[in-house]
């Protein structure tokens, strides 16, 4: 199988927080690998911009330090990198400073208005809006595209104002809010094995689905997050954008067209028909956890600095879809620190075989499953029941159908295909102007919307979370939520 390669127009990238960890770790990276693909022109510029005191060469040797350190094995090529280092520049801005962006504005006007120039804000929130007012100032917002990172907001108040701060100097068309996780090759796969195939989607309902389980577990800590961490928490930090993005795209109904707002509105929807979580609901429903020390790890509160937190490290939650679709099929939701892997997956299962003929068999009859996996590898599985090879009579066993394509780590036609990371595709979707994989405004505030309501809940509740082991599955609370169902969390490992 050959992957094309689409080259992108010229353009101007300016990465405010360029000497920061995202731009060392993972969008730098990112860059270089699609400039070695020879999907970036040579005549394209790279431009991280901070407060740090450097040069052209010093942030050169920035760059080359951070891709030694995070790219693999043979993909740093000498000859390569000397060209990528050749597109990038240096510009140091002070953002509270007029006269520093009286230099910025002098460097960073394009000469050619044909060029694209984006505006990729890798830095805190509190950054955000005087570099958006210092943009707008210096009329250096006029047809350039702006990314921003989460967190968008802490709360729908804070998200609204922020909405509308980003949309007084840059159109809806223009905003980029990223969120990485849609860009994964497998979550894109999702939709095109729902919406490019007969086979899946009439089976796409609560009449065949039993449950669904979105899971994104991570055995770290806060990895040097804690101020941040412990004000957030894992709701606001990974619930109201990572995992209900995911929802939305698992539970959306079919598009109009593959067009960005399209798609967009049908995730929408989703959000607004979430059942609302107040009161009772809310104690019946969510489970907060927060992790306890062992001989060997610091506790959450240890980690924090903060004796006395109730900021919670997991969150479990039963979540309704109140449409005709899903009306019935409970949607799992949870996520948390230190747990037992790193794990990111979607799974489907499915209701069973309305009656069994296999009734005297020793092997129960599991569940049929899809599940989408994200990390630590990407890949789709179908879990079916299939009979064990061999003589002696009829015995059934669970197999899993490997259905991942393009790139799979077995694919025969593919050896040697290295799977993009997400960042690799958004930050040229944005040059390319492609907002599928990109959030809107009217979203974030839905999801803030169906948030809030329970994090409101949990304070007036005064309970604080409750304890799990590091390196566990999680509470006993959340096995608790889904046994209520008959339904089981699937192993985190």
């Not at 005064?462 to 390196?471: F, H, L, M, R, S």
Request: hydrophobic share 35%.
């Amino acid at each position: 199988m050959s992957h094309k390669i689409i080259p992108v127009p010229e353009f101007d990238y300016f990465v405010f927080g360029g000497t920061g960890d995202l731009a060392r770790r993972k969008l730098l990276p990112a860059l270089y690998y699609r400039f070695a693909d020879g999907q970036i022109p040579e005549s394209a510029r790279i431009i991280g911009c901070s407060r740090t005191d450097l040069d052209d060469i010093g942030y050169r040797q920035l760059v080359e330090d951070a891709l030694k350190e995070w790219i693999k094995g043979n993909d740093l090529d000498e000859q390569l990198l000397d060209g990528f280092l050749s597109i990038i520049s240096y510009q140091r801005i002070d953002v509270s400073d007029p006269n520093s962006w009286k230099d910025f504005e002098r460097n960073a006007s394009p000469t050619n208005p044909d060029r694209i120039t984006v505006y990729y804000l890798s830095v805190s929130p509190s950054l955000f809006l005087p570099i958006i007012q210092g943009l707008k100032d210096n009329g250096l917002h006029h047809h350039a595209r702006l990314v921003v990172e989460k967190p968008l907001g802490f709360d729908l108040k804070s998200a609204q104002e922020l909405n509308g701060f980003l949309l007084d100097a840059f159109d809806e068309s223009r905003i980029y809010r990223i969120d990485h996780y849609l860009g994964k090759e497998t979550v894109q796969n999702l939709m095109a094995l729902r919406f490019a195939n007969s086979l899946f989607e009439p089976m796409w309902n609560a009449r065949y689905i039993a449950n669904v389980q979105i899971t994104v577990a991570e055995s770290i800590g806060m990895g040097g997050r804690e101020e941040y961490y412990d004000r957030s928490g894992a709701m606001r930090d990974m619930m109201q954008n990572h995992l209900l993005q995911l929802l939305c795209l698992s539970a959306m109904e079919p598009p109009v067209s593959y067009k960005p707002d399209h798609i967009r509105d049908e995730k929408l929807k989703v959000l607004r028909s979430l059942q609302p979580l107040v009161g009772d609901d809310i104690r019946l429903n969510t489970v907060r956890g927060q992790y306890v020390e062992n001989d060997n790890d610091p506790s959450y509160r240890q980690e924090a600095k903060n004796p006395g937190s109730n900021t919670e490290s997991y969150v479990a939650i039963k979540a309704s879809i109140n449409n005709w679709r899903w009306s019935g099929t409970p949607f799992y939701l949870r996520t948390g620190k230190r747990l037992r892997a790193n794990m990111a997956e979607i799974s489907f299962e499915f209701r069973h075989a309305p009656h069994s003929i296999f009734t005297g068999l020793d092997t129960p009859i599991k569940p049929n499953a899809m599940v989408i996996r994200l990390q630590p590898d990407e890949r789709i599985d179908l879990e079916v029941m299939t009979k064990e090879p061999g003589p002696g009579g009829m015995r059934l066993r669970q197999s899993i159908l490997d259905a991942t394509f393009g790139g799979g780590s077995n694919s025969q036609t593919d050896q040697g295909f290295r799977m993009p990371d997400a960042y690799e595709r958004l930050l040229l979707d944005v040059v390319r102007g492609d907002q599928t994989l990109f959030m809107r405004g009217d979203e974030v505030e839905a999801a803030w919307c169906w948030v809030d309501s329970i994090i409101e809940g949990w304070a007036l509740s005064g309970e604080v979370p409750e304890t799990y082991e590091i390196a566990s599955q999680g509470p006993a609370g959340a096995f608790e939520l889904i046994a209520k169902t008959e339904h089981r969390w699937r192993t985190i490992q």
